[in-house]
């Protein structure tokens, strides 16, 4: 099982960047579920989460700038980032909740990493 996350990259302050996050393997069912993302010598926070009935939650500091949606037949997670900010530069990371035959656990995406900077 894993989750492959793409989509990162340089990206001026005000620009935009959408987020991507497949999941692949064998497993009987995926909850895409959440982005979060960690900067460089701070914890690992919560950015975005969808739940299983669509309902969303964002950080305050993306809310209004960020967008997550999500494609289940393809298990794709998505991640559109509007208005970014130098402050959003981070590696970002998907998660995602997985039924395989022997057990129902939490992935991690491998991260990708968002830089804003001019």
């Known amino acids: 099982v894993q989750l492959q996350a793409s989509g990162g990259g340089l990206v001026q302050p005000g620009g935009s960047l959408r987020l991507s996050c497949a999941a692949s393997?064998?497993?009987?069912?995926?909850?895409?579920r959440g982005w979060y993302r960690q900067a460089p010598g701070k914890e690992r926070e919560l950015v975005a989460f969808m739940d299983t009935g669509g309902n969303t939650n964002y950080a305050g500091s993306v809310k209004g700038r960020f967008t997550i949606s999500r494609d289940n037949a393809e298990k794709t997670l998505y991640l559109q980032m509007n208005g970014l900010k130098p402050e959003d530069t981070a590696v970002y990371y998907c998660?995602?909740?997985?039924?395989?035959?022997?057990?129902?656990?939490?992935?991690w995406g491998q991260g990708t990493l968002v830089t804003v900077s001019s």
């Open positions: 998660n995602a909740l997985i039924t395989t035959v022997t057990s129902t656990e939490a992935y």
């Open positions: 393997g064998s497993f009987f069912k995926v909850n895409m």
